[in-house]
C-alpha cells in the first residue's frame, strides 16, 4: 500500500505563492505518473496538473497555467506544485495521486492512489 502525505497548504493573500509537497512512502513511485487535483467546497474533484513517471511530459490545465508548476523528484519520492499568482478561485483541498500508469491522465480514475489532502485558501 502507496501512501502520500500531502503539506505546503495554508493561508496566502492572492498574488501570493505557496509551494506543494507530496512525499511517498515507496521509491516505486518512480515508475508511475502523478498528479494533483483539488476540491472546492460543494465541487467535484478536479485534475489540475499531471506529470509521467520520468518527468518528460507535463501537462497543467488552462485555468492554472502561467501560475502553477509540476515536477518531481524521483530520487526523493516527492512531487511537488509551485503556485504562484494565486487567486481566490485556487482556494481548496489539494490532493496528489499516483497513476496506474507511467503517463498521465486527467481522470481520477487513472488514479489509484490518493493523499489525504491539504487545504490552500486564497484572500482577496
Known amino acids: 500500500q502507496v501512501q502520500l502525505v500531502e503539506s505546503g497548504g495554508g493561508l496566502v493573500q492572492a498574488g501570493g505563492s505557496l509551494r506543494l509537497s507530496c512525499a511517498a512512502s515507496?521509491?516505486?513511485?518512480?515508475?508511475?505518473?502523478m498528479a494533483w487535483f483539488r476540491q472546492a467546497p460543494g465541487k467535484e474533484r478536479e485534475f489540475v496538473a499531471g506529470?509521467?513517471?520520468?518527468?518528460?511530459?507535463?501537462y497543467h490545465v488552462d485555468s492554472v497555467k502561467g501560475r502553477f508548476t509540476i515536477s518531481r523528484d524521483n530520487a526523493a519520492n516527492t512531487l511537488y506544485l509551485q503556485m504562484n499568482s494565486l487567486k481566490p478561485e485556487d482556494t481548496a483541498i489539494y490532493y496528489c495521486?499516483?497513476?496506474?500508469?507511467?503517463?498521465?491522465?486527467?481522470?481520477?480514475?487513472?488514479?489509484?492512489?490518493w493523499g489525504q489532502g491539504t487545504q490552500v485558501s486564497v484572500s482577496a
Open positions: 495521486a499516483r497513476a496506474r500508469r507511467p503517463g498521465t491522465g486527467p481522470n481520477t480514475g487513472d488514479y489509484i492512489y
Open positions: 515507496e521509491h516505486t513511485v518512480s515508475s508511475y505518473a
Open positions: 506529470i509521467n513517471w520520468d518527468a518528460t511530459n507535463t
